[in-house]
């Protein structure tokens, strides 16, 4: 399909395949990598660019659509002559963290104040509405749209953009040294690089969530023009597994499947189209097993076996016991339980995983990607790869957002070895899809809650057995298990605690590391089952934080003597701005008791709506 | 994804029929905002298709116009034209508040209202708009040679989810609905979230008050999302005409609404959310157009 469009100012004829959308011929053919494919369904914005001066998201226009139309992207937005006002107004306000979605913001901001000049902060909020960002929480993002705008109405000078250096740093706001790259869209993650000769890689994945690979025929994919290599665990030649703590992973699946999405094989061509097509052809037989869902249930004797090594599929139990807890309830004037779930979210970094992998003129193969843990992974694919250490080399790129989802090395492996059998350059790039289906979860838990106190709010006994769905391989299991129950109980001072943080595995997608990992289940428990007590004794809830909270030369559920401990002060000086309305917490329900905390001027306003027309509102 | 052996961005309605003649099984497509997404792994899979009918730059298919006491439209307006198009502004309010709620600016600039409407998803959000302006469907085909035109009510025209009475090698050509000068509007929609969200529920609601300003001359109401296709709510119509209307009148006419509900899903939630955006709705027509209501009950915190 030949298309003609001018791209920048400059008018370009190339010949695509017919089924290309904006963003491919952009980025792809034209190789302008500013704008991003986050998701290609047109729900997060990062492919945001204009077509005849309108904003359109290019992941959901067919490239026909573009013949003989003028099309800007934000590579070449400020026209060589320095960032534009909205570029340099995300630079100061210091708006980009990641900086995978700013692109698509710039852009989107851009298009707002073209339209609408003088637009309000909610008006601001709208205009960005499709555009996401998993980062930076956007407040930022606004602030620097708001300067833009009063920057381009000259309602604040020009010198309202510049740099404040001050001396000394401690303490000031200091310019982002990486922002320059991010709001232009000059800095490259690793799906937009690219080198000669380069082939790109497609993975076959599991449909299956527990099943036996009797037989891989791989024949008719190989045979496929274009399809430089095709490998599967057979290839490997190292010791074959990884894991940030057990070593339970294998780079492709070896004998067994184990979750819907775990690599079988992977093709290396010289197209995308090429691969996806020969992925198609490659005849993989199961012997599909019954799997085990619930991790209560996985734990059971009989439940199927998933890994030799871990008994009744125990990745990890880790157990906290302190003083007597039978003591400590008997002691209780009041004894509270509950039971409390979390859920297995997705952490939808932005950019959807990819790397680059090569190897260099002296043997040392080198892997582009945006790992966060680029010395573990270096040192396991060493050994995946029976290559000495000086050979391997991980060199992390740009991340477009982790979280923790990006600590597993799920697909680095593959790349490797591909780069090493072909002797070329190869690409791996995963869809929005790809990357909720093969990438880390966080971990759910169930916690089963029980709390001693006496009258007074002091915790006599904590008892928390959590057990939790650790999915197929460890990943970060152990460590999830240690961290929720280490931190589970929360900053108080308890003499008698028990707590069994169980990890196990079943055959759902892996959980990993997910922020605060573990403790941020365990504690939302606590904290939710305080506030329930609080109920019960008739108490302020955070008179009962206050009864219970460290001090100074308290002893961690642990063990551990912490000599300074300001967490009462903390708490003090966060009421104090919360205008915190005291009480028992159910008093509102029951009672005439008016309501302080809402409707003063700190209360936040509801989420405003139909900005770009005033709608009328009468209630 | 998407692909497909033939791609044409057809210049002219004679082209388009052309090549429905030597390949009736064409998909026909404007915006393309709804089948790229559509073709995905997780939902529709790889999607090959034969023929694609690309209609969007076909110029005698973008127009905007006013025929005495009726507007009509091609079926190139886009979402975005909804908001910005001063006529459509002037004579159907309610469009342009339903477009601000319509997925997102970039998306508005892209689909058309034809896409949105031959469609036909249950929580499409044009459908209460266009059902409240007694909105008809042109259509149009060419047997023989000869381009035949049909004329149907919208409400006849969508039959089902995903269902309509388009028939093969048939397009839509355009919209025609009531001019309504001088007529107040809201729209409701609530979704999971504020932007590029399928609605839960959706309504639309038109009102005129009588010359004195003492009753409600005219009043529309159509809802979407809770039931296989959007409908209008006659009943509570009917009701709400002729008489003096007050606040608590108001109240019990949408209490009615919530019978309406046909989702197998949230029951609950959608039945109380569309009792409040009736009330909500006509509320503010009401204030809109003259008359002096407020809504029955102690008044909103701010929360």
Known sequence: MEISATVNGRRVTRNVPNHYRLI?????????????????????????????????????????????SNIETVDDLDRDAGRTVVQQAFHKCGSSQCGYCIPGMVMAATSLLRKMPFPDREQIKEGLGGNICRCTGYQKIVDAVELARDVLNKTLPSSALEENTTEPIMGASTPRLDAPGKVTGAAKYAADMEMANMLHMQVLRSPHSYAKIISIDAKAALAMPGVEVVITSNDVPGIDNFGVFIEDQPIMAREYVRYVGEAVAAIAAETLDIAIAASKLIIVKYEVLGGVFDPHLAMKDGAPQLHEFAKNNITKHTKIRKGDIEEGFKQADVIVEEVYQTAKIEHAYLEPEAGLAYVESDGCVTIHSPSQNITHHRHALAKILDRPINKVRMIMST????????????????????????????????????????????????????????????????????????????????????????????????????????????????????????????????????????????????????????????????????????????????MKLAGWDKGIPNRHGNSKVTRLDIGSTATRKSCTLGTHLKQEEDA | MLTYDHYVVAGSLSEVFDILDAKPASRILAGATDILPWARYGRAGDVHLSSVIDLSKIADLKYIQQNGNKISFGANTTIADLQNNALLREHASILAKCAVWFADDQIREQATVAGNVVNASPAGDTQPALLALNTNILLMRREQGEILKRVIPLADFIQGPGKTLLGQKEIVAGFECDSLLGYGSAYEKVGHRRSLVISTVCLAVIGKASKDKATLEDIRIAIGAVGPVPRRLRDLESSLIGSSVTGLMVRQVAEEACDYVQSRSRQEYRREVLVNFVERGVISVLNQVGLKVIRYGEELTSV
């Open chain 1, 399 to 574: 991340v477009g957002g982790g979280f923790g989802g990006k600590e597993d090395m799920i697909y680095q492996g593959m790349l490797a070895l591909a780069a090493i059998k072909t002797r070329r350059p190869v690409r791996y790039v995963f869809t929005r899809e790809e990357s909720f289906i093969a990438s880390a979860k966080r971990h759910p838990f169930t916690i089963q809650y029980k709390m001693g106190l006496k009258k007074s709010g002091k915790i006599t006994a904590t008892k928390m057995v959590m057990v939790s769905d650790g999915g197929a391989y460890a990943m970060s299991t152990p460590g999830v298990m240690n961290k929720s129950a280490i931190l589970g109980p929360g900053p108080y001072q308890l003499d008698n605690v028990w707590v069994d943080a169980i990890g196990v595995y079943t055959n759902n997608t892996p959980s990993g590391a997910m922020r605060a990992f573990g403790a941020f289940q365990s504690e939302f428990a606590t904290e939710a089952h305080l506030d329930l007590c609080a109920e019960k004794l008739q108490m302020d809830p955070i008179e009962l934080r206050m009864v219970n909270l460290m001090r100074d030369g308290a002893t961690t559920h642990t063990r551990q003597k912490i000599d300074r401990v300001l967490a009462v002060d903390c708490l003090d000086a966060v």
């Open chain 1, 24 to 68: 491919d011929f952009v980025r792809e053919e034209l190789h302008l990598t500013g704008n991003k494919e986050g998701c290609g369904a047109g729900e997060c914005g990062t492919c945001s660019m204009f077509v005849d001066g309108v904003l359109v998201k290019s992941c959901l226009m067919p490239v026909q659509k573009v013949i003989n």
